[in-house]
């Protein structure tokens, strides 16, 4: 009988293997005992992450992270950069009212003017305990990290990532009961609003219609996307331009929104257009035909402690706020106004003041310079 022998690269390969375990082994045993001062996070990518237990500068790549550690934290003291969009955002949404120190945070680690990519010498000098960056970003998270900084990898794909964001930071922070708490409301919410929902025929479901751009005459509107998808979904509407190929945002023409001739019309946060806009035909194209302008059906997004329209903390109140639009009578026993104000007291321990609050609802943020911020205490109301 010819017994068997693993020719050279097979030998290799089989060393590889072993090898290869024997380090995973190896760090799961670290990080089931990461040494003195540390101890272990598991992220979005289901890496185990050690992270110092006293976590005193953060810093994020996530845009919508800032006003999660702000709630979580109960301030902002701990953010040391982050993202320039972010940032740019203080000085019209409600966070840097609440939180006006954060806007002397680092922004500048971002790489030129990509999205997410890292500096990593500006990043080296702001010092972070620990890095929140998108999961999409692997060969940057290998660049963080070897350079010793330990990186929190986020996810944005579903509703249920903006609770792991919530727990993370919850976990990080050792405040998981302010974590809890913010989560608890959002599956309430969530529950509320699909148990009220999922029984409407499609029939009786409005057909919305969501627009993020109007630059030089063009306009972006949403196909499929999962997580827009979900949010349809959930407060009981359709997708005028699910039809759309490809996902996310793509340009379309005038003539293609005629045809969808939507009931409702959605402004996004990333323009700067208002409902009086297509009201008044303030634009390059004719709006008057279609049944959202004629019926006044058109909304703008509120930006409150960050944009609304893509996944953040204050999604449960988006979703609120659709529901009510999308169907009064189902969704009459409750006030935007107060469940915004309310929100902001309990999360928050701020009183957010009844014209503000309505204004932000109305879409325009009333967040000028010369607009004085109002008392930063509140006691809880709910």
């Known amino acids: 009988m010819k017994r068997f022998r693993p020719n ?9 293997v072993l090898s290869l375990l024997a380090s995973a082994a190896h760090a799961d045993a670290v990080l089931s005992d990461p040494g003195p001062g540390k101890r272990v996070i598991i992220d979005q990518m289901d890496r185990r992450v050690a992270v110092p237990v006293d976590i005193k500068r953060i810093v994020t790549f996530a845009i919508p992270m800032p006003l999660v550690i702000f709630a979580v934290d109960g301030s902002g003291d701990k953010i040391a950069g982050m993202h320039p969009r972010s940032k740019a955002a203080l000085d019209k949404n409600m966070l840097g009212l609440m939180a006006p120190e954060l806007k002397g945070s680092n922004a500048g680690f971002v790489l030129g003017k990509t999205m ?3 500096n990593i010498e500006a990043l080296l000098k702001i010092e972070p305990d620990v890095v929140f960056q998108w999961a999409r970003m692997e060969d940057d998270i290998r660049m ?5 900084i330990p990186v929190i990898a986020l996810d944005i794909r579903t509703y249920a990532d903006v609770i792991g964001w919530i727990r993370i930071t919850g976990e990080l922070l050792g405040k998981q009961k302010q974590a809890a708490a913010l989560i608890d409301y959002h599956e309430k919410t969530l529950g509320l609003i699909r148990s009220r929902t999922e029984a409407i025929p499609e029939t009786a479901k409005p057909t919305v219609l969501f627009l993020t ?4 005459g063009s306009i972006s509107a949403v196909g499929p996307h999962r997580y827009y998808d979900f949010v349809v979904n959930t407060t009981g509407a359709v997708n005028a331009a699910k039809g759309l190929v490809g996902r996310g945002g793509k340009n379309v023409n005038m003539e293609q929104i005629m045809v969808w001739d939507p009931d409702i019309i959605y402004l996004g946060n990333t323009t ?12 390059t194209h004719d709006w008057n035909g279609l049944k959202a302008v004629k019926n006044r059906r058109v909304y703008k997004i509120p930006d409150a402690g960050f944009w609304w329209y893509p996944p953040c903390l204050e999604s449960p109140l988006y979703l609120r706020w659709l529901a009510q639009i999308q169907h009064s009578k189902l969704f009459d026993d409750y006030s935007m106004l107060r469940e915004l104000q309310d929100f902001y007291a309990t999360f928050y321990h701020y009183r957010l003041e009844a014209d503000t609050a309505a204004a932000i609802l109305n879409g325009r943020t009333n967040l000028e310079a010369d607009t004085p911020p109002p008392p930063k205490k509140a006691s809880a109301r709910r």
């Open 8 to 16: 050279g690269f097979l030998a290799f390969s089989l060393a590889l």
């Open 116 to 118: 997410f990519k890292v």
């Open 144 to 148: 963080i990290e070897e350079a010793g």
């Open 213 to 216: 751009r109007f630059d030089a």
């Open 272 to 283: 700067d257009l208002q409902p009086e806009d297509l009201y008044t035909n303030n634009m």
